[in-house]
Nanobody, 120 residues
């Protein structure tokens, strides 16, 4: 059974940093794209960034330069380093994994989410 489990969420002050982790199990994801999304109640889920199986990354403009996605294929884990956090970064953060088609990826698997709250 494939599982993605996020951890590392919490409360942080504006300007601070937080690192989220996504532990994947049930299969090897080295050939998959993996990424992060976030969602605020009442709004659509927002794409944050993706790490392609080849190792390159792509980020949404809202987080570019502040967030960094890293991946450890040996441990089947994905992380999201978040710096210079803003109150508008407050959301539930989700890890996702899917087949890598080069220019797009299928969001086949999702974690349960972890809450990040940034206080002003």
């Amino acid at each position: 059974q494939v599982q993605l489990v996020e951890s590392g969420g919490g409360l942080v002050q504006a300007g601070g940093s937080l690192r989220l982790f996504c532990a994947a199990s049930g299969r090897t994801f080295s050939s998959y794209a993996m990424g992060w999304f976030r969602q605020v109640p009442g709004k659509e889920r927002e794409f944050i960034g993706v790490r392609w199986s080849a190792g390159n990354t792509y980020y949404a403009d809202s987080v570019k330069g502040r967030f960094t996605i890293s991946r450890d294929n040996a441990k089947n884990t994905l992380s999201l380093q978040m710096n210079s956090l803003k109150p508008e970064d407050t959301a539930v953060y989700y890890c996702a994994a899917g087949r890598d088609y080069g220019s797009y990826w299928s969001h086949d698997y999702w974690g349960q989410g972890t809450q990040v709250t940034v206080s002003s």
